[in-house]
């Protein structure tokens, strides 16, 4: 991380868990937890929780987010949620291009600039998820990934727009997989990540981008990972639905 030029964020993605109860109840036990932390604390939920959890986080520092929304407003898109939605519930966040959607959803390079650009005319954050298969890094392509990825989904952002999203690089090897790439391997991906940005709005614009590590971060090596130049936080999906998992990799962004 370097505090002195962007804020590093700690993103939790529950993925698909959780009833209201039960989100309410983890959102109680983080909150003391992360209290006096020293960088953003964000919770991306699913969407039954959305309401239950704007309430539960109401006047602490975790903001609440939504795991994705559709690129239209209004329309005959059965099941889709629409950005203007999730604002008028109180969403601050949402998380887009993950590699989920993508692979079991038909998420393509083209939607999800779809609809990261309906997000942010909606005033939502976005968190910009890319990343790269095993086979692609083995073939040594993950710089050629990273870099289509982020081009493709930035493609009509100005540079205004920029401060309002943040980019996750999640190599796709690494999550659920109990696999995790090394610091180095995070620390390149994102330098890629970030080389890209300024290509396309300025080394300026780019060095004030918080660009998160997400591929198995865990209380036992958010310290390393975060000690990267250039990882400003993390994605985290299981670890985010243990309150005192999450505390700790939290308080490993804030040191």
Same mark, same amino acid.
């Given at each position: 991380m370097n505090p002195n030029k962007r804020s590093a964020v700690i993103a939790g993605n529950w993925k698909m868990n959780l009833t209201r109860p039960q989100a309410k109840a983890l959102i109680e036990e983080i909150k003391p937890l992360v209290?006096?932390?020293?960088?953003?604390?964000?919770?991306?939920?699913?969407?039954?929780?959305?309401? /239950?959890?704007?309430?539960?986080?109401?006047?602490?520092?975790?903001?609440? !987010?939504?795991?994705?929304?559709?690129?239209?407003?209004?329309?005959a898109f059965t099941g889709e949620i629409s950005p203007a939605m999730l604002t008028e519930l109180g969403a601050e966040y949402v998380i887009l291009g993950h590699s989920e959607r993508r692979q079991y959803f038909g998420d393509t390079d083209e /939607?999800?600039?779809?609809?990261?650009?309906a997000a942010l005319e909606a005033g939502l954050k976005v968190i910009l998820?890319?990343?790269?298969?095993?086979?692609?890094?083995?073939?040594?392509?993950?710089?050629?990934?990273?870099?289509?990825?982020?081009?493709?989904?930035?493609?009509?952002?100005?540079?205004?727009?920029?401060?309002?999203?943040?980019?996750?690089?999640?190599?796709?090897w690494a999550i659920g997989t109990g696999k995790t790439a090394t610091a180095a391997q995070a620390g390149e991906g994102n330098a890629v990540v970030r080389a890209t940005v300024a290509a396309l709005y300025g080394g300026e614009a780019a060095e004030a981008l918080t660009i998160q590590y997400g591929g198995s971060m865990k209380a036992s090596n958010a310290a390393e990972l975060l000690a990267q130049p250039d990882v400003d936080g !993390? *994605?985290? !999906?299981?670890?985010? *639905?243990?309150?005192?998992?999450?505390?700790?990799?939290?308080q490993a962004a804030s040191r």
């Open positions: 209290a006096g932390a020293a960088c953003g604390v964000v919770l991306c939920v699913p969407y039954t929780d959305l309401e /239950t959890a704007l309430s539960a986080a109401a006047g602490s520092n975790i903001k609440i !987010g939504a795991q994705n929304c559709h690129w239209e407003e209004s329309g /939607t999800v600039n779809k609809r990261l650009l998820c890319v990343g790269e298969t095993l086979s692609q890094r083995e073939e040594g392509k993950t710089r050629e990934v990273l870099s289509r990825q982020a081009t493709a989904a930035l493609a009509g952002v100005t540079a205004s727009q920029l401060s309002n999203i943040i980019v996750a690089y999640e190599p796709i !993390g *994605l985290i !999906g299981g670890a985010s *639905l243990k309150a005192a998992d999450f505390a700790a990799i939290v």
